[in-house]
């Protein structure tokens, strides 16, 4: 970095270090160095005198490998595969047509925008029980409403059921944040010029044509945003789970997920003991898959995409 | 997006079908983001047999009822707990956008050596979430002594709302004219004095990342679990946590307090939202 002559000359710059001590110190405390010391504990084991000895890469040998914990681990890790998967497909893709629909939706698209992302700023605690409440068999609410358009029969408990109980709680998940994803595809979608779309119809493209040709491509930066946004997310969700399934994710693990699995690691729970540099180990587990999804996007999708000058 | 005209008003021919289709959508979608909320606060009010036998009513002369408000009200520590939830959101989100101002304002005005890698290192904290640390975190707090108490929940989030204020405010900044800065040097007025004086212009900008970053700490149930988990430290979300899970068959009781818990944070954000969604619309059309 070339600095100006000027600043040579002058005394060392107090203010600068000033403004920027705060932020810097506070961050670098209560953030940075606890991770770094997280990681430094995943490469440790904890003897029974409460000793710390290096132990190489093997928890994270364990984790992959010993049947005790892989099983755990794997399972965990589809479950968020699964959790992820749902969010995309569905939270996206809603919130993408819910976007385009308020963009025509003329003088009321605020008090929509408003009510739809309501949700989205409650607690995952209020929302994890509120649902909690309304599928519930024994309030009955769920079933009343699915008789009333038809489809009474196919009401089961999801949330207790093994089978359904993921499928269900992303579900949930996806309800409170979509939110979130209409709101980035509508600031994109507010930003294309209406020249531009004038320009298509004139050309004779359809509405639906000129949508996935025209305004689609345009927004593809937006979109790189909101799947990363949901990874992240989603490969750090717990509390959702831990309302309405508590700790131990049940019914039998059917929907632990990494945020789950980490806690249940390294604080303990009713079936096992805290093991920190275990739970250590998941975080740098987490860490990893978060960092290889940033960079797939970061050298995948940004350098791909086409970015226009609007 | 300055001069966009409604789409129906440029087409005069489209087929009114047609232009009242999204708001069909819409409005369809509104009642499916409203609803659960909507019945729970209703049935709050009820009796217990009000809330069973027909749920989808609101309260009537028969079945009006305030006996589950009582038993927050009367048993659990809501009061507390909602003075806790005040302190942490409030001096954490203080501390955030005065740390998180100065600096911004550094970084966006002065150049000096490793500039650029504070600007980086500060932004890490965007992609990587603060959670991944809590061992650590909790090995520090409790090294510190600081378990249960509100203090390490407030350090806590000021490092998880620095590295986003850091970095939306540097650009903010960087907006505001050279001349400015320039005429308020040559007027003789300190490095300090210019930070108070440029800092009023961003105000938009602190409001938006204001209301962003208090939405998860507010919300929060991780740090508060972790951290702090005693009675007398609780937040409102994990002490309606804790609550919903010992009184799940009250019924009456659990819609009490779910209402009472998403009041104060609805309120806010019907005061805030026009400021919220304008200031995204401004940070992407700028």
């Known amino acids: ?155 089961a408990p999801w949330l207790g059921l093994a089978s359904s109980a993921l499928t269900t709680l992303s579900l949930i998940s996806v309800w409170q944040f979509i939110g979130i994803p209409m709101l980035l595809f509508y600031v994109a ?20 044509t000129a949508f996935w040709r025209i305004k689609f491509p345009l927004i593809l930066p937006t979109v790189g945003i909101v799947a990363i946004l949901t990874f992240v997310g989603n490969f750090n969700a717990f509390d959702l789970i831990y309302t309405v399934k508590g700790a131990q994710a049940g019914p039998q693990f059917a929907t632990d997920i990494m945020g789950t699995f980490f806690y249940r690691t390294f604080f303990g729970s009713q079936l096992q003991l805290g ?36 | 997006m300055t001069a966009t005209k409604p789409v129906s008003e440029r087409l005069p021919h489209t087929h009114w079908l047609e232009r009242l289709a999204p708001h069909f959508v819409l409005i369809a979608y509104c009642i499916v983001a409203l609803f659960p909320i909507v019945l729970i606060v209703m049935n709050s009010f009820k009796s217990r047999d009000g809330i069973f036998s027909a749920p989808f009513q609101p309260p009537t002369a028969e079945t009006f009822s305030l006996i589950g408000y009582e038993t927050v009200l009367g048993r659990a520590n809501f009061p507390n ?38 600007g980086l290192f ?46 939306i405010l540097t650009q903010f900044y960087r907006q505001i004219p050279r001349e400015l800065t320039d005429a308020a040097h040559m007027d003789g007025a300190s490095e300090y004095r210019i930070y108070t004086l440029l800092t009023p212009l961003v105000r938009p900008a602190i409001g938006a990342i204001g209301i962003f970053t208090m939405i998860p700490i507010w919300n929060d149930l991780w740090f508060p679990l972790i951290l702090a988990p005693s009675d007398q430290t609780a937040t409102i979300t994990l002490g309606t946590q804790q609550f919903l899970g010992q009184f799940v068959s009250d019924w009456n009781a659990v819609l009490a307090a779910l209402t009472l818990a998403m009041v104060p944070i609805l309120l806010m954000y019907i005061l805030f939202s026009r400021q919220m969604v304008k200031s995204v619309t401004a940070g992407a059309v700028k």
């Open chain 2, 122 to 167: 500060l932004a890490l904290g965007i992609m990587v979430p603060i959670r991944l640390g809590t061992i650590g975190i909790l090995r520090m707090i409790v090294s510190l002594n600081l378990a249960n108490t509100l203090v390490a929940l407030i350090l806590v989030y000021i490092a998880q709302g620095l590295p986003l204020t850091v970095f």
């Open chain 1, 189 to 208: 979608l507010l930003g294309i010029p209406e020249e531009l779309m004038e320009a298509a119809r004139v050309d004779g493209a359809g509405g639906w």
């Open chain 1, 275 to 310: 093991n920190q540099p275990m739970g250590a180990t998941v975080a740098g587990m987490m860490l990893f898959i978060i960092l290889a999804g940033v960079a797939v996007y970061l050298f995948f999708w940004q350098r791909r995409i086409a970015t226009y000058d609007l």
């Open chain 1, 1 to 155: 970095m070339q600095t100006p002559n000027v600043h040579k000359s002058r005394s060392f710059p107090w203010h600068i270090l000033i403004f920027l001590a705060p932020a810097v110190i506070v961050y670098t405390v209560f953030m940075i160095i606890p991770l770094i010391d997280s990681l430094r504990l995943s490469l440790y084991a904890i003897t029974p005198d409460h000793q710390e000895v290096f132990n190489g890469l093997n928890n994270y040998v364990v984790l992959l490998t010993d049947p005790r914990w892989s099983a755990a681990f794997q399972n965990a890790f589809w479950n968020n595969v699964k959790f992820f998967i749902i969010h995309m497909v569905v939270q996206n893709s809603i919130g993408l047509l819910l976007a385009s629909l308020l963009v025509a939706g003329g003088r009321a698209r605020s008090v929509y925008r408003t009510l739809i992302f309501a949700p989205t700023v409650l607690s995952v605690v209020i929302i994890g029980f509120i649902w909690n409440l309304i599928l519930s068999p024994l309030w009955g609410v769920g079933e009343s409403i699915l008789k009333a358009v038809g489809l009474g029969a196919l009401f």
């Open chain 2, 81 to 118: 707990y909602f003075l806790n939830s005040l302190i942490v959101t409030g001096v954490s989100l203080l501390l955030i956008l005065f740390f998180g101002s100065m600096a911004a304002f550094a970084l966006s005005q002065y150049h000096f050596r490793g500039d650029v890698i504070v």
